[in-house]
């Protein structure tokens, strides 16, 4: 999506919002001891009260409101009834519509205590993220945000999973330009301009390099099998500073 008009703005902002407090109240009621399905009924709940519909339910059927994803998922991971314990790395992702506009946001939570490199991982995970949408703007590359992120990763000993890309948002969950990768490439020569709007969203690990299938469907691991982490914001780009609109109130 190009945003054109302020009501367009508003409107991606208005879902932005309701997607980053959907989040908040689902990371803050993390706790060991719920399962998946509880966690991600909270965000049911929290979107119903808001008006807003579930993207992966609406868009593909997905069998859940939010992606719940736990240890060795990295993504796509369906609510159920997996106990979440205490050392756990949960990811979740968020996407949604209100009045014919979509956003999508993600992190990844430490549940109690974790290792240390953990704990490295998701402060690095999350600091890649931000690397990435410093280079959305008006006239740049769309692969210089995977170049940047390549290179803090290559600098801190991680590697990226290089078939979950970024992408295009606004109108639908997944739109023009419907691969933005994270990761170094070549040949790319796309550019970005003012108004559109796309995620920035890296999937940083410890030796994993690609996400395949599982036997449900859905859910993603990492191959090599290793801990990887998410974090994602819908930005839209401009003439000066990136916008993000999945800030919570």
Request: aromatic share 6%.
């Amino acid at each position: 999506m190009t945003i054109t008009k302020e009501d367009e703005l508003d409107g991606v902002k208005a879902i932005g919002r309701i997607v980053a407090n959907t989040l908040k109240v689902m990371s803050k009621a993390l706790e060991p001891g719920m399962t998946t399905r509880e966690l991600d009924e909270i965000g049911r709940e929290f979107l119903e009260l808001e008006g807003a519909l579930s993207a992966p339910k609406s868009t593909y059927d997905f069998p859940g409101t939010t992606c719940i994803s736990v240890n060795e998922e990295i993504a796509h991971g369906i609510p159920g009834d997996r106990v979440i314990a205490k050392g756990d790395l949960v990811n979740i992702d968020v996407s949604a519509s209100k009045a014919g506009f979509f956003a999508d946001t993600g992190a990844s939570f430490r549940v109690g205590p974790v290792r240390a490199s953990l704990d490295r991982l998701c402060k690095d995970g999350r600091r890649a993220m931000q690397i990435g949408i410093a280079q959305v703007g008006h006239g740049k590359p769309l692969a210089g945000i995977g170049q940047a992120i390549g290179q803090f990763a290559s600098a801190r000993g991680y590697t990226l999973i290089r078939n979950l890309a970024s992408h295009g948002i606004g109108r639908s969950l997944h739109e023009y330009p419907e691969e933005i990768a994270t990761w170094p490439t070549r040949g790319d020569k796309r550019r970005m301009h003012n108004g559109l709007v796309l995620t920035v969203e890296p999937f940083l690990s410890m030796g994993g390099l690609m996400a395949t299938d599982s036997k449900d469907g859905w859910t993603l691991h990492s191959h090599p099998r290793a801990m990887a982490v998410q974090y994602e914001h819908t930005v839209v780009a401009t003439r000066h500073a990136p916008l993000i609109v999945t800030l919570p109130s």
